[in-house]
């Protein structure tokens, strides 16, 4: 792709972490840079295979509303790539059993989409169109180690090669650095080495654990109708539990469990951790299937920001993006969807510039563009039991908002109105505070009572 600014704004731009987030960023940060070299400690796989560096690559991955849509604007075509590799596309609630609140959503709700390819495939199609820009290169089993520069500003980083002499380190000089080396993004100790003050971080963790298995079965669909399950863990009910179709005839079955109830690592503790759910759905289907190897746990739940966004005002040269900015709690499903929009917001910061823009406007498009995201799993988590975090919401606002949104929730399985609505938010479609200031949303959910939906499993 050739730079679609007069003349470059960006100079030489360094990215950490090859990843979704990564990725994206060097994609569209390309149209304004002289060249864009991407640093990933991984070795790709030829294949869309799972790899060390992306350590969630074996468990569930959805795509939401949002995300399809940051993609397609990013990437043209890419969802449609996606689904012709067999990626499953779903309406929900329309296609999918989602027990939330005590019962059912009704399936006859206005739905929207997601997508739920492996997140290996999802990654490897960004991959290849992202790196097919001769104005991009990669140096993959390349890991980052440090920033250069100084407090005020950063003038690249050190790196080492980790095929061949582990000793050597070696510096790139940038105009710009990214950090997109996700959840252990290491960047508040090396400005630290460099004499600049870490971030501030906001925090809430509830203790939730998760674990995933691969399925096979010879019934096509969960139930003969819908095509998969979402028990939404909450506080009066807090296990969760994902059970979606991916590509190539498999299920990827996720499931999840506060402080204390961590969901087990063998096939049969994992099948029958299902029967402690409200409903019989997802365990007599699982029953009936096979697993397909064992299944892997995951812990690092924790809802982490980081406010590069106060810091960069007296800073150049380095922006934070994806979950080395903002990492949530896997259980909502947000993070490339978060990661995509985290671009979009980048492009558009950038599209029309005439001056080389000010680090610290960049990372508050960036941070803005996740707000909504963090504002939702935050908000979510912070009514779980045992939830702690100077993210908490406290005090009589917080009280009351959590009343309201508890009301919400309540009233999403039987009202069609609430339930666009709420997952609109769910999707990053729409921001939270919609709930709160859409008078049809507010009217229902102040003075109308819930409506029960049936007991069974929702038929279409
Ligand atoms: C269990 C689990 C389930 C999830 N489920 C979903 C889901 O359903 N939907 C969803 O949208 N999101 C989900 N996520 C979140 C999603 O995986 C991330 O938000 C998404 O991958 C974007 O992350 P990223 O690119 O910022 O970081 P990552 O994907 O974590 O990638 C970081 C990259 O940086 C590289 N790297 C790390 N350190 C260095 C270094 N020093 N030098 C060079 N390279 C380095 C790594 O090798 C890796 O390639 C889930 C996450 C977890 C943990």
Redesign the pocket.
Known sequence: MRALSPSPLLGQVVV?????????TAHVLARHAERVTV????QYAAGPEP??????????????SS?IRALDELLPGLTRELRDAGAPHLSVPADLGVWQAGQWISRSHPSGPIMTPT?PLL?RAVRERVLANPDIRVLTS????GLTGGPHQITGVT?RSRGGDHQARHSLSADLVVD???????TPEWLTALGAPAPDEELLETGRA?A?CVFQTDELVPDGHIRGFYIVPEARQPLGT?ILPAEGDRWMV?LSGPRGQAPPNDVTGFVDFTRDLPHDGPHKWLSTAQAVGRPVG?R??TNRRRRYDRAARHRTGLLV?????C??N??????????ALNAVALHRELAGARATPATHRLQRAVLRSSRGAWQVATGADGAMPGANGNALRTGVGGRVVNWYLDRVSERVPGDPVVCRAFRDVFSLLAPPSSLLTSPRVLHRTLLRSPVQTPPDLPTP
């Open positions: 950490l972490g090859g990843s979704i987030a990564g990725l994206l640093l990933e400690r991984d790899r060390s560096g992306v350590p969630q690559s074996r468990h569930t991955h959805v795509l939401l995300g997140r990654e390349t890991e980052a180690t790196y997109a080396t996700g959840r252990g993004s290491r998760y995933t994902i996720t995951f690092h739940t993006v994806g979950d080395a900015l990492a949530l896997p259980v909502y499903g947000q993070g490339m969807s978060a990661a």
